[in-house]
Each structure stands twice: as C-alpha cells, then as structure tokens.
C-alpha cells in the first residue's frame, strides 16, 4: 500500500450523497460538504464511526440522541460513533468533517 501525503482537487472522489472525499490515513479519512442545497431533513441513521465537523458557510440543525442543535459558520459539532442522528440543511451548507475509523461514506 502507497502512503498519500497529499490529495489534489482532480483526484478527490465524490461519494453517493454528494460528499467529496478528501485525503484518508490510518485512523481517520477527512471530507467536504461543498454547498449542500436544503432539501428537507435526511432520515436518521447511525454510524459507525466518529463525526468531527466545522461549519464554513451556511447553517443546519443537527439531531443527535434526540437533542437537536442549531448549527452555523464557525461552529464545530460532533455525533459519536453509532449515535442516531438526522440533520436538516437550512442556508446553503459547506462543511469539513473528520471520521474516525476512516470511512468510504
């Protein structure tokens, strides 16, 4: 297996729900949400893996364990490994976020 220190825009990949797959290592792979458009509030799910994320532009609400949290430019959220969580894009929504264990999704 090569080591990657290094992903360029051309060879990100792009994932089933619009997400852009940035750069993966050993422990955690990293992603974007690149302006999301709101469409209504996505089922809830569970994962497993960690989500670590920070808002760039736009706002959300984010459900996590029943507590739902207003989410806009600046901030950084969390939805631990098999949570059940749903989230509804309010504004035009880029975000980064960092799983852990990596993850294709």
């Known amino acids: 297996m090569t080591s990657s220190y ?5 060879d990100t990949t792009h994932g089933p729900e619009g997400e852009h ?14 302006r999301e458009e709101p469409s209504g509030e996505k089922p809830e799910t569970m994962n497993e893996y960690e989500t670590l994320g920070y808002v760039i532009e736009g706002r959300a609400e984010l459900t996590v364990d029943g ?13 631990p490994m098999n949570a059940p969580h749903a989230y509804r894009i309010l504004e ?8 852990s264990p990596p993850t294709e999704k």
């Open 21 to 34: 797959h940035l750069i993966r290592g050993e422990q955690s792979s990293m992603r974007l949400w690149h």
């Open 67 to 79: 507590q739902t949290i207003a989410l806009a430019p600046g901030d950084s959220y969390r939805v």
């Open 92 to 99: 035009t929504l880029t975000a980064v976020e960092v799983t």
């Open 6 to 10: 290094k992903v360029s825009q051309s």
